[in-house]
């Protein structure tokens, strides 16, 4: 960094590829939210990356739900898991108790 500054104030303002290289390297990391200086591809994940909201994930998978549904329980299940949950059983995933609807 220092070379760059005394660059600037001699007025070469010339970058190398390798600095542009660098610096597309910092920038792509702090879009990513990347919070390490390595410029050589840190490929681990984001240790702040927050859960989403329990909300947001099925119970029956424990994925995010892309497609979700509230069932006759008050529940909200990914639509496809609580289908193939209902077409064997007709109670709760959660609860256990019976559904007092069906589809």
Request: charged content about 25%.
């Amino acid at each position: 960094a220092a070379e760059a500054v005394a660059a600037i104030l001699r007025g070469d303002t010339r970058r190398s590829e390798a600095e542009l290289k660098a610096k597309e390297a910092e920038q792509a990391a702090a879009l990513e939210g990347d919070t390490s200086s390595s410029v050589e591809g840190n490929t681990s994940q984001n240790s702040n990356e927050e859960e989403p909201p329990d909300q947001f994930v099925c119970p029956i998978t424990t994925e995010v739900m892309s497609d979700p549904v509230m069932a006759a329980d008050g529940h909200s299940y990914e639509r496809s898991a609580v289908e193939r949950w209902l077409a064997n059983k007709p109670t709760s995933p959660l609860t256990g108790g019976e559904l007092n609807h069906s589809f």
